[in-house]
């Protein structure tokens, strides 16, 4: 699966979608991304993982929000 970029049709915030996996393959069910600055659901899909929901275009607020460790 690529990212997909999505804007909240609620809060107009846009966000990218990722999805994540074990190294092995589990039964694929439903899942849900929300987003992360009003909680509406902006995505639904099956995966064997689940969805990693990543704010984008906040770059004013990315120093302050920054929770990502530095590798
Ligand atoms: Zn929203």
Redesign the pocket.
């Known amino acids: 699966m690529e990212k997909i970029s999505l804007e ?1 049709k ?4 846009k966000s990218e979608i990722r999805e994540e996996k074990l190294v092995f393959s589990e039964k694929k069910v439903l899942e849900e991304a929300y ?1 992360p ?4 659901k ?1 995505y639904e899909g099956e995966t064997d993982g689940w969805f990693h929901v990543a704010e984008i275009g906040k770059k004013d607020l990315a120093d302050e929000e920054c929770t990502y460790p530095m590798p």
Do not use: F
Request: hydrophobic content about 10%; overall charge negative; some cysteine.
């Open positions: 909240c609620n809060c107009k915030s987003c600055e009003c909680e509406e902006i």
